[in-house]
């Protein structure tokens, strides 16, 4: 499947694409295409892929064309992953069937137009992925340029500017940074995939992630068993927890549940119109109302009803 890099207003290159700029974009957007892979395959995208995925995220450049007058034009094949991507065991915590639809040039336009909607906050982006995100701007070498990428009808096409990545940066600064937590409760064991597993807690379900296989193999032992896991919690831009990276597990003491709580870093505001979100059944007012306990004596009566006016708009 064909897709087309256009970069249009630049003052240098005039419709030519000098080599180290030519490796630089090639470089970032192979980058985006990775994480935005492993993140919808593994939940976390700074994982390195295995050798079987690092071919299914082959890109080739076909072409490359350009004129002073009408910019520069790149032609990039890409593969569907439903051909290149064979069993693999795809994250149970949140099906990503669909990614087997999609080429690695796809990944790369989806993740630029999530990051770019008006409901970013609730974007589906983690820290690592952001950052590519941004490391992109670096092609840019004035400010009026143009950065169109599209597959010709197929999936909209983005449009890229030097003042997109303020709005980028801004999500990704949003994102709270790790920190280290203790969690305590059962392994689930229809919960297992690759790399990842899921922990039930007196406050509910938590990912937990490890990137060595020796944790993985070894924890597995408590399969349907309460245990305790130390490591480090990972945020979406919403502040709601993403996942946690196991660093060490141990079988569960008494004070382990009074230590271990489900890591959260949204604010005190963000919690409650997050529940008031959720509410389905019942109004904003009565979903505030329900709720209104989560803040008592944290919040005065005027931020009280700033928060009532956030949820009804």
Known sequence: MNYDIKILGEDEDNGLLEFDRLNLLTKSTKEIATKALMFRLRGFSDITPDKNLKKALAMRLQSISGSEQDGTSLTIDCTQFSETIKGVQMDMFKP?????????????????????????????????????????????ISDNEIFYMANRGTIAEVRLTKDDFQKIGLLEESIPEPKKVIVN???????????????????GFVNVFANDKTIIENIISFMGKEVTISGIAHFKPNGQLSFVEIQEYSEPRVRDKFFSKKPNAMTAHQQLLFQAKQSKKSSSISALKSISGLLKDEISDEQFQEMLQDIRR
């Not at 990944?107 to 995100?133: C, G, M, R, W, Y």
């Not at 689930?188 to 007196?202: A, C, F, H, P, Y």
């Open 185 to 203: 409760g059962q392994l689930d064991e229809m919960k297992v995939s690759k790399g990842r597993l899921g922990l039930q807690t007196e406050q």
């Open 96 to 140: 990503r069937e669909e990614v087997l639809q999609l080429t690695p040039m796809a990944l790369v336009i989806h993740s630029f137009q999530t990051a770019l909607t008006n409901d970013s906050e609730d974007a589906d982006l983690d820290k690592p992925l952001l950052k590519s995100l941004m490391n992109f701007k670096k092609n840019f």
